[in-house]
């Protein structure tokens, strides 16, 4: 511990972030991993719905016209290829998702005069080119207020000994992001907090850069300020897609709503868990803070929050698999839920979660599944297909563009399934349940071509 504290503080790594990585630390080295056992737990029911709610317009108006809008821009999309912020992928047209989460902002901020001011937690792997990518929408900054604050870093744990690793082939390999329940020490400790409330901000609403579902809401600001709740969680019912995810949980021992991750989940209870009936509710990450609240629970506690511990096992080069095995330190942002008395959640639409995690979730947004309506929402014209691109040669950034350079028509379809090396031409239009058998070698489907239940026409 003496060793990785004092490569955060030659890091220049915030104070307060070298407490909270303390305290996780202490825990690992205790044995602590985070789980959560399904005999500690009982299943959360009876949650309130968006669609049922009973919000007066001057109540929304007032409750969002005091709200900031939180964006989690820390994410590479490593997974897909990329080694820059995943938010600068083009997701409609040529539209990044920047740039429709700008848009979004400031029609909300027309539609109903609120301030609404976009705040970005880059890391230091995105800040740069987010900035940059932000330029052309001057209009986006609000006086006295940053676009953007740095999420923390914390040293890599080599496995076999919790020493800071050393990897002097790629220095910054060392290094990684704390996950985003960083959120509430980097909003404190560099002052972003501070700044909102002197501002005369006081709730936030909270979500992923990568979620284009979440355009601000001023219902849900209402309710959520006319709860008193110092926090928010909005769910979604799970499917059978989302058996592996992160869901909510109330604990047996005091009542009090749990997320439990799918990295906190014991081996033994993984089928309890999968069961959509028994827990219903899966988290969104899309949260609303009560930002007097936060302040003063982390003035209480010197900035440190009580989050559980998640323990991650990886290797120091992600891309190599050989190379030495390290434990990443980690916190969810949602599990914060169990730290405030009062905390509530809200069931939401999917229609408020359409994240990319894949090329596969990249395709249906770019294709005519959605469509944007005036405000820069995306609206599903047609319940999503499943797709399913062959990892080989889709599943990175760029061989993706590089064969699917427009996207097919996809409103017809109710699957669509690429095996072997495809290259699309413009126009291609895909029905029914349909599925391309890998040929053998490098084909194109040409313009204008159709692909269904029977093959290519």
Known sequence: MDQARQKMTDAGVAPTAIDVFARFYGLLESGETGAIAEKDVRPLTDVPHLADLDVPDEAAREALAVTAVIKLNGGLGTSMGMDRAKSLLRVRGEQTFLDVIAHQVLAARAATGARLPLVLMNSFRTREDTIEALAPHTELAVEGLPLDFLQNREPKLRADDLTPVDWPADPSLEWCPPGHGDLYTALYASGTLERLLDAGYRYASVSNSDNLGVSP?????????????????????????????????????????????????????????????????????????????????????????????????????????????VVQIESAMGAAIEVFDGAVVLEVDRSRFLPVKTTNDLLVLRSDVYRSTADHRLEAVVDAPFVDLDPKHYKTIGKFDDRIPVAPSLAGASALRVQGDWTFGRDVVVTGDAALADPGTPSTLPDGARIGPDGIA
């Open 217 to 325: 809401d001023a219902r849900i600001a209402g309710w959520f300020a006319s709860t008193g709740a110092p926090f928010a969680a909005e769910v979604a019912r799970r499917t059978p897609a989302d058996r592996k995810g992160g869901h909510l949980v109330v604990r047996a021992a005091d009542g009090r709503i749990v997320l439990r991750e799918t990295a906190q989940t014991l081996p033994e209870d993984a089928e309890a868990a999968a069961d959509i009936e028994t827990h219903p509710f899966f988290n969104t990450n899309n949260l609303w803070l009560d930002l007097r609240a936060l302040a003063d629970e982390l003035e209480r506690t010197g900035g440190v929050l009580d989050l559980p511990l998640i323990r991650n096992d990886k290797t120091v080069d992600p891309t190599d698999s050989s190379s030495t095995p």
